[in-house]
């Protein structure tokens, strides 16, 4: 009797703890009635099952048609409100800007990351990082003529890479990858490394297995709980140890510096940093080692990742469509002829380029919701409420593949943004591939530089054919930020 008495208690003490559990869960998961109109979702998980079934996009696309520009969608545990429409994200991020300018506090923003760098932070410790942030990289030509020597430089080193290649079938994601970031770890780190370096395509490897796993990881990232299971069922002890290897990696750079550093001659982005470090109080926390480390990676991934997918973007363009490839030669021809490279002087005068790349950015997506906003106190938008502790998205996708913005928007088609006079049209400014607002993306200018000169020396020298013309890779792109082109292979035939 004791024993059935005992195992009784057990049992309604369990029941209780369970039922106490999920109010606990019901209350914390309380809006506002007037909250953005969105789906009711399911108990615990929300609307996960609706976006595993039909992919993010696709699944705020149908939203959107069904409840307006602004609506909220329940992802676990997490809110989110999402902004749609020229008209509508303007209005948040720009003319709203100081409601709508934060990063909401998630398991990797505030437990790995601890909302340090520029990417993550928020409120007065991002203003001061990303102000110091500016002012070092300028002091290197970021945003300046005086960098596109440099820019330059790793081209000639690009285009003799792509030389040996001899005419041969090849995947140049690789190549492409390691140029590009060359040029940012110039700024950054005082070098470049060599196509072949082991421990360079490491950290490359390590970010690339990050935006793999944060794919994967919805359902982790937006039931924090999870984390606590054992085992690794949904990779976030990983994504953890790729994390602390990368900030390892950062650290070791600064070491490195602090070993050869001398203030009168600063080399590069760390020199700069361990020289203020020296003046401002041991105290003030954006002169912190941990906040360079997140810098530092904020710029290195920032300074490839984009710049990468968008050149692999236009290169797949280009090989499916030989008369956009042979019109973009030509116009490289009028311009600049065959005896010198490209200049960024020239770009003013090439505007079937400036269709050809914003078309590239517009239809390769590569960050269609942006980074997440997220809402540090309760507000208003639109006579809706907008609840703290909510995450925002910039849905830039509303934009790009919107129809009455872009007729056949599932086309590559870069004659929509010129017009009758041969010149760009106005649409380009609906092409917010580097988000808006306080939030855009701040190498930008360097971006726009490195697709001018990589894209453009490549096709002055060079006929992108494809591995087999009757069967293309298929075009779509992947799932994910950034969000890039299918695996491919191409042909580079040297133009005498």
């Not at 395509?201 to 299971?229: K, S």
């Not at 021809?333 to 090439?350: A, C, I, K, W, Y």
Request: neutral net charge; aromatic residues 12%; charged residues 25%.
């Amino acid at each position: 009797m004791l024993t059935e008495w005992c195992a009784s208690i057990n049992g309604w003490t369990m029941a209780i703890v369970v039922i106490l559990l999920f109010l606990l869960l019901y209350w914390s998961q309380q809006w506002p009635s007037n909250i953005p109109p969105g789906p009711t979702g399911y108990p615990v998980v929300g609307c996960l099952p609706l976006v595993r079934r039909n992919g993010l996009k696709n699944t705020l696309r149908k939203l959107r048609i069904e409840y307006g520009d602004v609506f909220s969608i329940k992802l676990g545990q997490t809110l989110i409100v999402v902004i749609n429409g020229v008209d509508a994200l303007k209005e948040a991020f720009i003319k709203r800007a100081e409601d709508f300018s934060d990063r909401p506090d998630t398991y990797r923003s505030a437990t790995l990351i601890k909302s340090k760098g520029i990417v993550q932070a928020s409120g007065q410790h991002w203003k001061h990082t990303r102000t110091f942030a500016l002012g070092a990289l300028r002091e290197f030509g970021f945003g300046k003529k005086s960098l596109e020597d440099r820019v330059m430089e790793e081209i000639r080193i690009f285009l003799e890479v792509m030389s040996e290649q001899n005419g041969k079938v090849y995947d140049p994601k690789n190549i492409i990858q390691i140029s590009i970031s060359n040029i940012i770890c110039n700024i950054v780190f005082g070098k470049r490394f060599e196509h072949g370096d082991t421990k360079f395509w490491h950290l490359i490897e390590l970010l690339e297995d990050v935006f793999r796993l944060n794919r994967a990881g919805t359902l982790a990232a937006n039931i924090p709980w999870l984390r606590y299971l054992p085992g690794d069922f949904f990779n976030i002890k990983k994504i953890r140890n790729n994390f602390y290897e990368s900030i390892n990696y950062m650290q070791q750079q600064i070491i490195d510096h602090r070993n050869t550093f001398d203030p009168e001659n600063p080399r590069d982005f760390i020199d700069v940093f361990i020289k203020e470090q020296s003046r401002q109080d041991p105290d003030n926390t954006v002169f912190e080692d941990f906040n360079l480390q997140v810098t530092l990676l904020n710029l290195f991934v920032a300074g490839t990742e984009t710049t990468t997918t968008t050149i692999r973007w236009t290169i797949l363009q280009l090989i499916y469509n030989q008369d956009i490839q042979r019109r973009l030669r030509q116009e490289i021809d009028h311009v600049v002829g065959h005896s010198r490279f490209p200049t960024l002087e020239d770009r003013q005068n090439m505007p079937y380029y400036e269709a050809v790349i914003t078309e590239a950015l517009r239809f390769g997506n590569i960050a269609p919701l942006s980074v997440p906003h997220g809402a540090r106190k309760d507000f208003e938008f639109r006579g809706m409420a907008i609840p703290k502790g909510c995450t925002i998205l910039a849905n830039l996708d509303s934009v790009h593949f919107d129809p009455n913005i872009f007729k056949d928007p599932t086309k590559f088609n870069p004659e929509r943004f010129i017009g009758e006079d041969g010149k760009l049209n106005g649409k380009e400014k609906f092409v917010m591939a580097f988000s808006l607002g306080r939030r855009i993306c701040l190498g930008e200018p360097l971006a726009r530089m490195e697709l001018f000169l990589f894209v453009t020396s490549l096709i002055q020298r060079f006929e992108l054919l494809p591995e087999y013309p009757d069967n293309m890779p298929t075009g779509i792109p992947n799932i994910g930020i950034p969000s890039g082109p299918p695996n491919y292979r191409i042909k580079a035939v040297k133009i005498n």
